[in-house]
């Protein structure tokens, strides 16, 4: 079975830090551009960071310096190092794969089932 499995996700106060991971499963990551998205509690999916497999990384401005993205191709992973956590950043984290850069979570081959994180003193 082709999937992504995030874990990581947790309960942690204000200023902490959490490392979320992404697995792939049934498939190589390569050639692949990894993305994280993330649904709070309000509507809509927002993308955060990205990473290509030559490992170029975006990030949107709600978590650059805060956060950072990186990928280990030998053993298929992606992992999301997130310091300095504030209750905003609480929400359902998502990573999704595909061979193209695309804005629209809805638009990725592959994702997960979602991690999540609780920002909370």
């Known amino acids: 079975q082709l999937q992504l499995v995030e874990s990581g996700g947790g309960l942690v106060q204000p200023g902490g830090s959490l490392r979320l991971s992404c697995a792939a499963s049934?498939?190589?990551?390569?050639?692949?551009?990894i993305g994280w998205f993330r649904q709070g509690p309000g509507p809509g999916v927002e993308g955060i960071s990205c990473?290509?497999?030559?490992?170029?990384?975006n990030y949107n401005d709600h978590v650059k310096g805060r956060f950072t993205i990186s990928r280990d191709n030998n053993r298929n992973m992606v992992y999301l190092q997130m310091n300095s956590l504030k209750p905003e950043d609480t929400a359902v984290y998502y990573c999704?794969?595909?061979?193209?850069?695309?804005?629209?979570?809805?638009?990725?081959?592959?994702w997960g089932q979602g991690t999540q994180v609780t920002v909370s003193s």
């Open positions: 999704v794969a595909d061979l193209r850069f695309s804005k629209n979570f809805n638009e990725y081959e592959f």
């Open positions: 049934g498939f190589s990551l390569d050639y692949y551009i």
């Open positions: 990473i290509t497999f030559g490992g170029t990384t």
